[in-house]
């Protein structure tokens, strides 16, 4: 039997980012760290190297990359839904779920984090994050 869905996880990508509302937080870019899992429907062909089937993670990492050290955010929870949209932007992805840390956000807490998950529904198209907005 061969696998029909495989799992991408991008751990502990560290970026820096402007993220905040605060005066310091929007003048000083703060470390991020990005953790990605996506899953996706896995071509027969890729389990005998076609490279042209399988999903680009190197690509996806890239753009994550660009638009975060790029960006201006006030809000974790937007900058985890822009994660999300670029990871879920492709036609064979499932699911991905992005948790996004900010280390030091709290004075006696290691971090914060946030994570939001995107679930494909085959019936109607329409992504969980989309409904909720």
Not at 117 to 124: G, L, M, Q, R
């Amino acid at each position: 039997m061969r696998a029909s869905s495989a799992i991408i996880n991008i751990s502990n990508l560290r970026l820096r980012t402007y993220i905040g509302f605060n005066p310091e937080e929007r003048e000083k870019k703060q470390d991020v760290v990005i953790n990605i899992e996506i899953k996706y429907a896995l071509k027969e062909s890729v389990l005998d190297d076609d490279v042209e089937n399988a999903l680009n993670y190197k690509d996806i990492t890239k753009q994550v990359i660009e638009h975060v050290e790029n960006g201006h955010f006030l809000l974790l929870e937007k900058l985890v839904a822009d994660v999300l949209e670029i990871c879920s932007d492709h036609a064979s992805v499932r699911s991905a779920r992005v948790t996004i840390d900010k280390p030091h956000a709290l004075r006696f807490a290691d971090s914060v984090s946030l994570t939001l998950e995107y679930v494909a529904d085959k019936k109607h198209n329409i992504s969980m994050l989309e409904r909720a907005s």
